[in-house]
C-alpha cells in the first residue's frame, strides 16, 4: 500500500517562494501507471487541484496558477515537488500531495495527509 | 474550465437514513473521469467512488454512484454514524480539473 508523506516549511513570508516536497513510500514514482498532483484547501473552503506531474517531468498546470507553479520529480529518491512563488495570504492552504491513475476510470485514489502552509510575515 | 454545483449544500439526517447527494456539470463529463470523495474534519479527502459508479477499494457497499452527462448522484443508503462529512464531487478529464462546493451531511 503506497504511502504519500508532504514535507515543507509551515511558515512562509509575503512575495516569497513556497517550496513543499511529496514522499512516495512504498511505491514507485517511474512506474508510469500514475500522475502525481498537488491540491490544495484554504482554511474552512473546498479543494483546488494545482497541477500534476507525470515521471518524464511532463506537467499539467492549473491555469490560474501557471505563472507562478513548477513541479520537479526526482525518481530515484521517490520525491515529487512543488514551488509556488510571489505567494500571499491567499495562498495560505492545507497542501496535499495524490496519486492518479494514469489509466480510466482516473481518480485521485491516494492522498498525503496534508500540510499547513501559513504564508505571514 | 468545468464548473461543478453541488447539491444540496447540507443535508441534515439521522443514521439509518437514506442520503441523497447531487453534482451537475457546466459541460458533459465522461464517466470514466467523475469520482466522488469523502472528508471528515482534519483528515484528507477520501476516494469513494470513480467512473461515476464504482466503488474504491474497502468502500461499504452502502455507498453508490451513479449519472452520466452532465448530472451525477451519490447515494448512502444507510448512514451509519461514521458518514456525517462532507462529500465533494471531482472531474479529472479535461485540464483544470475541479472540484464541487461540496455537500455536507450533519446529524438532524
Known amino acids: 500500500q503506497v504511502q504519500l508523506q508532504e514535507s515543507g516549511p509551515g511558515l512562509v513570508k509575503p512575495s516569497q517562494t513556497l517550496s513543499l516536497t511529496c514522499s512516495v513510500i512504498?511505491?514507485?514514482?517511474?512506474?508510469?501507471?500514475?500522475?502525481w498532483n498537488w491540491i490544495r484547501q484554504r482554511p474552512g473552503k473546498g479543494l483546488e487541484w494545482i497541477g500534476n506531474i507525470y515521471y518524464t517531468g511532463t506537467t499539467n498546470y492549473n491555469p490560474s496558477l501557471k505563472s507562478r507553479i513548477t513541479f520537479s520529480v526526482d525518481t530515484s529518491k521517490t520525491q515529487f515537488s512543488l514551488r509556488l512563488s510571489s505567494v500571499t495570504a491567499a495562498d495560505t492552504a492545507v497542501y496535499y500531495c495524490?496519486?492518479?491513475?494514469?489509466?480510466?476510470?482516473?481518480?485521485?485514489?491516494?492522498w498525503g495527509q496534508g500540510t499547513l502552509v501559513t504564508v505571514s510575515s | 474550465e468545468i464548473v461543478l454545483t453541488q447539491s444540496p449544500g447540507t443535508l441534515s439526517l439521522s443514521p439509518g437514513e437514506r442520503a441523497t447527494l447531487f453534482c451537475r456539470a457546466s459541460q458533459t463529463v465522461s464517466s470514466s473521469y467523475l469520482a466522488w470523495f469523502q472528508q471528515t474534519p482534519g483528515q484528507a479527502p477520501r476516494l469513494l467512488i470513480h467512473?461515476?459508479?464504482n466503488r474504491a477499494t474497502g468502500i461499504p457497499d452502502r455507498f453508490s454512484g451513479s449519472g452520466s452527462g452532465t448530472d451525477f448522484t451519490l447515494t448512502i443508503s444507510r448512514l451509519e454514524t461514521e458518514d456525517f462529512a462532507v462529500y465533494y464531487c471531482?472531474?479529472?478529464?479535461?485540464?483544470?480539473?475541479?472540484f464541487g462546493q461540496g455537500t455536507t451531511v450533519e446529524f438532524k
Open positions: 471531482q472531474h479529472c478529464g479535461t485540464s483544470p480539473w475541479t
Open positions: 467512473g461515476a459508479s
Open positions: 495524490a496519486r492518479d491513475t494514469v489509466t480510466t476510470p482516473r481518480a485521485l485514489d491516494s
Open positions: 512504498g511505491g514507485s514514482l517511474s512506474s508510469g501507471y500514475y500522475h
